[in-house]
C-alpha cells in the first residue's frame, strides 16, 4: 500500500484541506479512514474516509478548519507543516490493516498572473538557471548554493528530477521547472509545492493549471546594436496573455578560452545585459540562465547584485561618453522581494583616482512585486579626468541592495594627427613595401570588409554567430592592457563594452605562432588565435596593423582615442617589436 499525503488552501484560507491519496491496495479492500491532525494550526483531530470504488485506489478529502491563518508556502517563507495522522483500511473479511505516521505538508498558491506568475496574488519573478552535473553530486548542496546566489528557480530535465532535490527545494524556497512532461502518477506535483511548472510551453501546466510562454535569447538578439542599459523585452512579448519567460541566457560559446577568467567575465557581462533586460520589462515572467557555471563560478558573487529578489537598475542610453556631456539616466528599483520599502536611493560615481560624485533622491516608496522609477538622475561628466573608466553604483539607502556600472570617459577634444616619420596605410602596394624597406615605421588600417575573413563580434552568443555567417569568427578582446599603445585608452586585460563599435567595425585577423607574441589585443580563442592589433618588424621597417577600421569610426570618441594612442606609440621610441616578419610573409597573412 501507498499512502501521499499533501495539503490545499480553501477559498476562506483559515481552513484547509488535506488529501490522502491511497494506492496498491489489496484486492479486498473496501474503506479507508484516516484522522488527521496539524498541531502548530489547530489542536483539533479531523476525520475522513472514503469507501473504494477503483480496484487498489481511493482518496480521502478532509476539511481541517484552523485557529489562524497557515502560511502559503513561498521562496521567502518555505513553511512546511508536520501533519500526524493514523487510521485504517477496512477489508472485506472484517480485517483493519493499521495506518499510522508522520508527513510534512504545505500550502502553495502559486499561480499565473496575466503574463506573471504570482504566489497568493503577489507577483513572483522567476530568476532560475538550468541545473548541470554538479546537481547529481550532491542535490541538497547545490539546491543552497542556487539559493544563497540570489536566484529562485531550478530547472531540469525529467530524468534529473528525484524526490530528493523536490524535498531539498521544499525546504529551502526554490521552485522546480521540469523541461518535459513527467509521470503524474509518480510526481504528485501538489504534494511538493517546489514543483511549479512541468511540460512544454504553451502545452505544459504550471500549479495552476495553465500554460506559459518561452522566448530564447537566441531567437530574438542580433546584437546588431551598440549595448545600453534601456533595452528590454516589451516587443517580444506585445500581446501576450501568457505569462512569459525568458530562456537560453548565457548559451555561450567562447572557444578554447571558454574556461578562462576573460571567458567567463564576457559571459557574465552579456548574461546581465539579458537578465536586466528582463527586469526592466513591465510585468514580465522572468529568465532562466541555460548554464549554472556563471551562478556557481568565480563571478557568482557580482551577479547576486543583479540576480536577486531586489535589483537597482540604471536606465542609460550608453556606456561610452565625452568629458563634455551631461550623462541622464533614469533609475529603477525590480523589487519582488517580501518587503517594501520607504527609503532614498543614492547613485555614486567614482573615477579610478577615488574622485567621488552622489545623487541622492527623497524617500520613494518601492511596494513589492513591482517595478518602481524612482525619477532621473544628471551627473556633469566635465568634472572627471578623460582617459579612465568611471563606476555608477545604484543603490538603496539603509539596505543591501546595490548594482554596478561601468562607463568609459574618453576627452572631447582628442587630436588625431598623423605625426612626422609615420605613415598610415590603407593596402599593402608597392608604396608600403617600399616604406618598410627602407626602414619607416608603417601603420597598417586595412578597409573594412576588405580582407577574406569573417567580420568581429563581440557577444559570445553561438546560434546567432552561426546564424550571421559560416564560422564563429571571434568573441570578445582579450588585450595587454599595460601595452604603451593603450596609454589613454582605458581598458583591463579583458575587454568590455568600450570595445563594442571597435569590434563589430573589424575583421580580425589569424596570426601564425610567430606573431603571437606581437598582438596587443586579440579575439578568445576559438581555436583559430586571431588579431584585432598587433605589432611587427618588417625588414628593416616597423608596423603596426590593425583589423579594426578606425578610419571609418573617427566621430567616435573611443575610436579616436585608440588612432591618437596608435600614432603616439608609432613615433614613440618604445615602438620596438619583438615579432619579426618578411614582406612576403605580411603579405601572405592579409591575403
Known amino acids: 500500500m501507498k499512502l501521499q499525503i499533501w495539503g490545499k488552501l480553501t477559498e476562506g484560507n483559515q481552513t484547509v484541506r488535506i488529501i490522502a491519496s491511497f494506492s496498491e491496495l489489496p484486492e479486498d479492500a473496501a474503506m479507508c479512514r484516516l484522522y488527521v491532525r496539524l498541531p502548530e494550526l489547530s489542536a483539533q483531530e479531523y476525520y475522513g474516509e472514503a469507501e473504494i470504488y477503483t480496484a487498489g485506489k481511493a482518496e480521502i478529502s478532509i476539511l481541517c478548519p484552523c485557529d489562524e491563518m497557515p502560511v502559503i508556502w513561498s521562496e521567502f517563507a518555505p513553511k512546511i507543516y508536520t501533519l500526524t495522522y493514523h487510521g485504517d483500511v477496512v477489508r ?12 510534512g505538508v504545505a500550502f502553495s498558491a502559486f499561480r499565473p498572473l496575466g503574463t506573471q506568475f504570482a504566489v497568493a496574488g503577489r507577483p513572483v519573478f522567476i530568476r532560475g538557471v538550468m541545473a548541470g552535473d554538479e546537481l547529481e553530486a550532491d542535490e541538497r548542496r547545490y539546491v543552497k548554493n542556487i539559493k544563497r546566489r540570489g536566484l529562485n528557480c531550478i530547472s531540469v530535465t525529467p530524468g534529473r528530477l528525484s524526490a530528493g532535490l523536490l524535498d531539498a527545494a521544499d525546504r529551502e524556497g526554490i521552485y522546480i521547472k521540469v523541461e518535459g512532461n513527467i509521470d503524474p502518477e509518480e510526481w504528485t506535483a501538489p504534494k511538493h509545492p517546489s514543483l511549479v511548472m512541468t511540460g512544454h510551453p504553451m502545452s505544459g501546466y504550471t500549479a495552476g493549471n495553465t500554460t506559459w ?120 528599483i525590480a523589487n519582488y522581494s517580501d518587503e517594501k520599502y520607504f527609503e532614498r536611493i543614492s547613485v555614486t560615481a567614482t573615477d579610478e583616482t577615488g574622485m567621488r560624485y552622489t545623487k541622492m533622491s527623497n524617500r520613494i516608496r518601492i511596494n513589492r512585486g513591482s517595478l518602481v522609477s524612482t525619477g532621473e538622475i544628471t551627473i556633469p561628466l566635465d568634472q572627471f579626468t578623460p582617459g579612465q573608466s568611471i563606476e555608477l553604483q545604484v543603490s538603496i539607502d539603509d539596505t543591501e541592495y546595490r548594482n554596478h556600472y561601468t562607463i568609459w570617459l574618453f576627452s572631447d577634444s582628442i587630436t588625431v594627427k598623423v605625426p612626422p616619420h609615420v605613415h598610415v596605410s590603407r593596402r599593402l602596394d608597392e608604396r608600403t613595401k617600399n616604406l618598410l624597406a627602407n626602414g619607416k615605421k608603417v601603420i597598417y588600417i586595412p578597409k573594412l570588409n576588405r580582407l577574406p575573413f569573417p567580420p568581429g563580434w563581440f557577444s559570445p552568443l553561438a546560434s546567432q554567430a552561426a546564424a550571421h555567417r559560416e564560422e564563429v569568427a571571434s568573441a570578445g578582446v582579450v588585450c595587454d592592457s599595460h601595452h604603451p599603445v593603450f596609454a589613454h585608452f582605458p581598458t583591463e586585460d579583458t575587454g568590455d563594452f568600450q570595445w563594442w563599435n571597435l569590434v563589430h567595425n573589424s575583421t580580425p585577423i589569424p596570426v601564425p605562432e610567430l606573431l603571437k607574441s606581437g598582438c596587443m589585443a586579440h579575439a578568445m580563442d576559438n581555436g583559430i588565435f586571431k588579431a584585432y592589433l598587433g605589432e611587427c618588424a618588417v625588414g628593416e621597417g616597423r608596423l603596426i596593423f590593425s583589423a579594426i577600421d578606425l578610419l571609418i569610426q573617427l566621430d567616435r570618441p573611443e575610436a579616436r582615442q585608440l588612432y591618437a594612442d596608435i600614432l603616439s606609440y608609432a613615433a614613440s621610441d618604445a615602438f620596438r617589436p619583438r615579432a619579426v616578419l618578411t614582406y612576403d610573409e605580411l603579405a601572405e597573412l592579409f591575403s
Not at 510562454?213 to 534601456?230: C, G, H, I, L, N
Not at 505569462?243 to 560559446?253: I, N, S
Not at 536577486?308 to 529603477?332: C, F, I, N, Q, R
Open 92 to 103: 472485506a473479511v472484517n480485517e483493519c490493516e493499521d495506518i499510522l505516521g508522520e508527513e
Open 213 to 332: 510562454m518561452e522566448f530564447a535569447v537566441r531567437d530574438r538578439q542580433d546584437y546588431s546594436d551598440a549595448p545600453d542599459t534601456k533595452s528590454d523585452h516589451r516587443e517580444d512579448v506585445y500581446g501576450c496573455d501568457y505569462p512569459t519567460l525568458l530562456t537560453h541566457v548565457g548559451e555561450w560559446r567562447t572557444g578554447a578560452e571558454r574556461n578562462t577568467p576573460a571567458a567567463e567575465y564576457l559571459g557574465l557581462v552579456c548574461c546581465r545585459e539579458e537578465m536586466e533586460a528582463a527586469l526592466r520589462t513591465p510585468q514580465f515572467g522572468g529568465y532562466i540562465l541555460q548554464n549554472d557555471a556563471a551562478v556557481l563560478g568565480r563571478a557568482a558573487k557580482v551577479m547576486r547584485e543583479f540576480a536577486g529578489a531586489v535589483v537597482p537598475l540604471l536606465m542609460m542610453k550608453k556606456y561610452v561618453w565625452s568629458a563634455d556631456e551631461l550623462l541622464t539616466a533614469t533609475v529603477l
